[in-house]
């Protein structure tokens, strides 16, 4: 195949990808129907996951199965307790779990005076607690705990402990949490005569309803510091993973996650009706847990454990995507905004990449100049594939010309936009993140469609100056069009990455008009040595 038609094709084809990967959640939106408990325990009845995380590691010495057994029928269940600290509101029910988190700070209200509740309404609770022994298990669903102590704590700087107890006609169990002001709490849970029994955050929060293409479900950190993802409608029913050292039920901002980096947890991944993951902790006679639930601020994760920040997750790019949401958590820090914090990290990401930017971009011009004689050798050769490819390949190397050097600029953006685009979105952080007049969050869409508008402008502007040498009617027509597609998919998208988009394509202009400038000059030094050849 000629290189210059591989060239384009190749532009063509990353163009159609971008659209696929990006239009895909606005067409195509998953919809998702709530899974009843009763529901759940169908599915999640007797399961027994016996696939330890690491398949080429040694099995461990005793496996033991889980065997959980289902949850009953409830209604409405009442509570017994409510935490509140300066951040959250947590309210316990009588089967002593957490019916429900509140966030109380205002940039998480999902409408004005209106707090975000994360958990689903008729979704598996955190701190459910789901014996083996199937009929053990339906009596301890029909037997209430009881809270001796206060019905409302508050959290400040210190700690607050709630002891419940559940007496059944076999033993008692005391479930004690002992409450923080930033989320983390501690559990402990003891039963007074022998019994193998499971604890569970909860199904991941419902505190998201967007239709972007975001990762929700199920982390687990294993003992081998592997981190699996297990996304909704992916779960098997059958995972299992020995001395896990974080287990986290996540949705895109918040997570109910439990951790122990000492000891580990043993957890099973069970599959609701849907196929949701759902995470269970295996305990025997007690368990301790370390625990947290909330917004995942990487702020807040690293000030609990340093590694409780590998709970926030950004799906395919995690790779690229955790080092530049690093990058700019230490610019943040310095501005002290994020607006001007994602314009600095797109500014010092145009300044790693322009070397090789600006030999693609020079490529380009050259081709462009290349053109007509590369018409020539087609018309002259078109009946000889292989000598018009010989004799072109020779004019490339003659004048320094790199066929595939203009998509090398294009190869490089695609996934550092790929990356930020899950930061974006998936950064907490920008949640309620001003930046100028009225841009008030960054993580919601342009209220004016002002930025959207600019980028499309900054796009067609950019095709203007670049230098193109489309023979195929079809690409060109597709390349015209892609401002305004681009316009179109952007409206919605959150300001923050727009942002970026546009003030990457301001940048890109200005570094095209200083290569104009540059293949400029060097074409009049070029002709001026010539001419001195020639006297």
């Known amino acids: 195949m000629e290189q210059q038609d591989l060239n ?23 919809e998702k ?11 999640t009845a007797h399961a027994t996951p016996t696939v330890t995380a690491d398949k080429s590691a040694p099995a461990p010495a005793a496996t033991t199965k889980a065997d959980v057994s289902a949850a009953p029928v409830q209604n409405a269940v009442p509570s017994i307790a409510t935490v509140t600290s300066d951040s959250y509101k947590m309210t316990i029910d009588e ?9 109380l700070e205002e940039k998480y209200q999902v409408d004005e005076g209106v707090n975000l509740q994360m958990l689903g309404q008729d979704m598996v609770k955190p701190l459910e607690v789901r014996f083996a ?65 499971f604890l569970t955050p909860g199904h991941r929060p419902m505190a998201d309803t967007s239709v972007y293409m975001l990762v929700r479900g199920v982390l ?18 059958y995972e299992k993973f020995e001395g896990a050292k974080i287990a986290s039920a996540f949705d895109r901002y ?18 609701e009706a849907n196929g949701d993951p759902l995470l269970f902790v295996e305990g025997k006679d007690s368990l301790d847990v370390h625990a947290y639930i909330g917004p995942k601020n990487a702020r807040t994760l690293e000030a609990i454990n340093p590694e409780l920040t590998d709970a926030i997750e950004f799906g395919w790019f995690s790779f690229l995507s955790k080092p530049f949401f690093k990058v700019l958590l230490w610019i943040n820090d310095y501005v002290g905004n994020w607006g001007w914090a994602i314009i600095l990290f797109t500014l010092l990401v145009k300044f790693i990449l322009f070397p090789l930017s600006y030999k693609g971009m020079m490529s380009m011009q050259k081709l462009k100049d290349l053109a007509p ?10 009946g000889d594939p292989a000598k018009m490819n010989a004799q072109m390949m020779e004019m490339y190397k003659k004048h320094g010309a790199n066929p595939m050097g203009g998509c ?14 899950r930061v974006l979105l998936n950064a907490v952080e920008l949640e309620g993140a001003p930046w100028i007049l009225w841009i008030e969050n960054l993580a919601q869409m342009d209220p004016y469609f002002v930025l959207p508008v600019l980028m499309g402008v900054s796009m067609w502007f950019q095709q203007r100056i670049t230098p193109s040498n489309f023979t195929d009617p079809l690409q060109e027509k597709i390349f015209k069009w892609f401002p305004v597609i681009m316009t179109i998919f952007f409206v919605y998208f959150p300001s923050g990455l727009v942002l970026y988009w546009l003030v990457n394509n301001l940048f890109t202009i200005g570094q095209q008009y200083f290569i104009n400038h540059m293949y400029a000059k060097q074409k009049e030094a070029a002709v001026a040595a010539h001419k001195k050849s020639k006297d």
């Not at 532009?11 to 067409?27: D, I, K, N, P, R």
């Not at 210190?158 to 006609?169: D, F, M, N, P, R």
């Not at 687990?220 to 029913?237: C, F, L, N």
Request: proline letters at 4%; zero cysteines; aromatic letters at 10%.
């Open 408 to 421: 090398l600029p294009l190869l490089l953006q695609i996934p550092v936009f790929f990356a930020l685009y």
């Open 95 to 103: 089967l002593g779990r957490i019916s429900q988190v509140e966030l």
């Open 133 to 197: 022994d199937a009929k053990l298990n339906e009596e301890a669903f029909k037997t209430p705990y009881v809270n001796a102590g206060a019905k409302a704590l508050s959290v400040k700087d210190g700690k607050e402990v709630l002891i419940l107890t559940q007496t059944l006609s076999t033993m008692t169990v005391t479930k004690t949490i002992t409450f923080t002001a930033n989320g983390a709490y501690d559990v402990s849970i003891k039963t007074s005569t022998p019994a193998s029994f």
């Open 254 to 271: 918040v997570a109910s996650l439990f951790f122990d980096f000492d000891k580990g947890l043993n957890v099973s991944v069970l599959k």
């Open 8 to 30: 384009k094709r190749l532009l063509l084809a990353l163009a159609l990808s971008f659209f696929v990967f990006v239009g895909y959640s606005y067409f195509f939106p998953v």
């Open 33 to 43: 129907t709530p899974v009843t408990e009763n529901q759940t325990a169908a599915k």
């Open 373 to 382: 004689k590369m018409k020539e050798i087609k018309e002259k050769h078109k």
């Open 220 to 237: 687990v950190k294993g003992a081998d510091d592997i981190i699996t993802t297990i996304e909704d409608e992916d779960a098997e029913g």
